[in-house]
């Protein structure tokens, strides 16, 4: 190379126009501006690869938040539904219903407005179609929207998951001011006595409603058990049997046998049977009201004859089931775990 000459000599030679400036090229971006293209294809598998595993990881994260959300409103259906201590494997087995319900179902339970909206479509009845929707528009005309918005969407026979749907929408109705808790409180009475008569189921639902939220907002306090004896309570008690095997047998008759059978369960002989004609519906209220007052263990007894009384006929119904869970309630007794959320 000592014996060369110049570079600008040599270059000069070849090129006499040369104006002695030699270009400037950044090595490193020339040398990565070609890429071989088996590169490229392993680069763009590389990219979906992790693409692919991306979101798969996100659906899976979202899924385990979605199963975490679904035990937590497990847990609490199970705490507002249940007497007594709450074994994992209850909220285990809600958080499972509550994933059978329809997603629209449970989306417009977390809404105040939609959560009265779909408990008032439990206790519809087309006949009185007219009278209802005009309460509702009365009492409250949002309400109304959304209320026959629902009812015109299809959607399956909600009755026989009562108890887990409204143990579902307890947040969303605690957010209700006492006005309007008030306004929902006289349509739901409204949609009960409509018909003139009184059902188990109806009451059931009412009751299972009214507990929680009037004691959330203090317009109801847990009542004082005094009733120390069967004796004290035996004519709400009868009502309260009578009306049970009424809900199961039409024919009085096989009411009547099935209301002795009960009584004998319990050893109480002196109960007499009240006909189904003379059990109105504010005696019948009445009566629930008054073994409220039951001592712990007059209530355990008289709730034995209930369960022995839902049970005679081989069958729960999910009327049946949710009276269980309103007389648990009620009388502050646990809950046997083979009464579910939903009905069997």
Same mark, same amino acid.
């Given at each position: ?91 285990? $087995?809600?958080?499972? *219903? ?5 997603? %629209?179902?449970?989306? +417009?339970?977390?809404?105040? =407005? @939609? &959560? ?93 409603? $009214?507990?929680?939220? *009037? ?5 109801? %306090?847990?009542?004082? +058990?005094?009733?120390?004896? =069967? @004796? &004290? ?112």
């Amino acid at each position: 190379m000592a014996t060369h000459p110049p570079l600008n000599d040599r270059i000069k030679k070849i090129e006499p126009r040369w104006n002695g400036r030699l270009p400037q090229y950044d090595r490193t971006k020339s040398s990565s501006t070609y890429t071989h293209p088996k590169t490229k294809r392993n680069n763009k598998i590389r990219e979906h690869v992790f693409n692919e595993t991306l979101e798969k990881n996100q659906a899976k994260h979202q899924e385990k938040e979605e199963r975490k959300e679904r035990f937590l409103q497990g847990a609490i259906a199970a705490a507002m539904m249940k007497v007594g201590e709450i074994k994992e494997e209850d909220v285990e $087995q809600v958080a499972q *219903e509550i994933e059978s319900l329809d997603e %629209k179902i449970v989306e +417009r339970l977390n809404d105040p =407005l @939609g &959560a009265q909206a779909v408990i008032l479509s439990l206790l519809y009845e087309e006949r009185y179609k007219k009278e209802l929707y005009a309460m509702v528009q009365e009492e409250s005309p949002y309400l109304l929207l959304e209320f026959a918005n629902f009812m015109r969407e299809p959607h399956e026979d909600l009755k026989h998951q009562s108890a887990l749907i409204i143990s579902l929408s307890m947040n969303a109705l605690k957010s209700l001011s006492i006005e309007q808790y008030q306004r929902f409180k006289k349509i739901v009475e409204y949609f009960v006595t409509v018909d003139n008569e009184v059902t188990l189921f109806e009451w059931s639902l009412q009751y299972i409603i $009214q507990r929680p939220l *009037e004691m959330h907002l203090g317009l109801k %306090k847990v009542p004082k +058990r005094t009733s120390t004896h =069967l @004796g &004290a309570i035996k004519e709400e008690v009868e009502v309260i049997y009578s009306m049970l095997m009424q809900a199961q047998y039409s024919d009085e008759q096989e009411a009547k046998a099935a209301f002795e059978s009960t009584k004998k369960v319990i050893k109480a002989g002196a109960l007499q049977y009240v006909p189904k004609d003379a059990i109105s519906h504010d005696r019948f209220v009445g009566s629930v009201m008054a073994i409220e007052r039951a001592k712990p263990a007059i209530a355990e007894r008289i709730f034995e004859g209930v369960l022995y009384g839902i049970k005679v006929d081989g069958e729960v119904s999910e009327s049946e089931n949710t009276f269980v869970h309103a007389i648990a309630q009620l009388m502050q007794v646990p809950l046997p775990r083979e009464f579910k959320l939903e009905a069997s």
